[in-house]
């Protein structure tokens, strides 16, 4: 069975200062992973993933992860937070190959301190 | 692009009342509809996925009696929740996926509280 761990319930870092959000996850096979976040009272969005090629991956409003198939994690990062970060975070996985279920993480709060 | 729709944002009625939720995908076809519940712990829980055309598979422990499902095309799905119950409340998130696309993309949620 496949799983994805978000070991941080919450990460608190200040306005500026470099942002990493944690997640491992575990698939057999080739992952498929992605990063969503949401906003209060309202839907996930898509913010990347990776597929397959580059283990750097760039996604919307300057945030990027970074694929580490030895360690199995996909970190999400910036490298200066805004307030408007502010936000629950959720790493998902799937199994590569075709349309697979989708696991979600359990979402990690970030809070950007002004 | 890929714009998902979900109405009502929000709904208040009465214990044992019927309740539909309504998914559109205005932009693109959506192949396949995804409903999820999530909980204050934040936790996505799954509850069925849907394939235009045909029944949806509901995962174990979800009540397909209850969460009735239907995606008539490929624009629209609907989860309907019958005779509610407090234990129902909760935040109802469906999304969608096109054609040939990993990527989920996700309505803005339902929050519904039965009194």
């Known amino acids: 069975a496949q799983s994805v761990a978000q070991p941080e319930d919450q990460v608190n870092v200040a306005e500026g200062n470099p942002l990493t959000v944690k997640c491992t996850y575990s698939?057999?096979?080739?992952?498929?992973l992605f990063w969503y976040v949401q906003y209060p009272n309202r839907g996930l969005q898509f913010l990347l993933k990776y597929i397959t090629g580059d283990n750097l991956v760039k996604g919307s409003y300057g945030f990027e992860a970074e694929f580490n198939k030895s360690q199995t994690s996909f970190h999400l990062k910036k490298p200066s937070a805004l307030v408007s970060d502010s936000a629950l975070y959720f790493c998902a996985v799937s199994r590569s190959g075709g349309y697979q279920k989708v696991t979600f993480g359990t979402g990690t709060k970030l809070q950007v301190i002004p | 692009g890929a714009v998902v729709s979900q109405h009502p944002s929000r709904v208040i009625c009465k214990s044992g009342t019927s309740v539909k939720i309504e998914c559109r995908s205005l932009?693109?076809?959506?192949?396949?509809m995804f409903w999820y519940r999530q909980f204050p712990k934040k936790s996505l829980m799954l509850m069925a996925t849907s394939n235009e055309g045909s029944k949806a598979t509901y995962e174990q422990g979800v009540e397909k009696d209850k969460f009735l499902i239907n995606h008539a095309s490929l624009t629209l799905s609907t989860l309907t929740v019958t005779s509610a119950h407090p234990e129902d409340s909760s935040f109802y998130i469906c999304?969608?996926?096109?054609?040939?696309?990993?990527?989920?993309?996700f309505g803005d949620g339902t929050r519904l509280s039965i009194l």
């Open positions: 932009d693109f076809q959506a192949t396949t």
């Open positions: 698939v057999s096979g080739n992952p498929y």
């Open positions: 999304s969608a996926r096109g054609t040939g696309e990993l990527t989920q993309h």
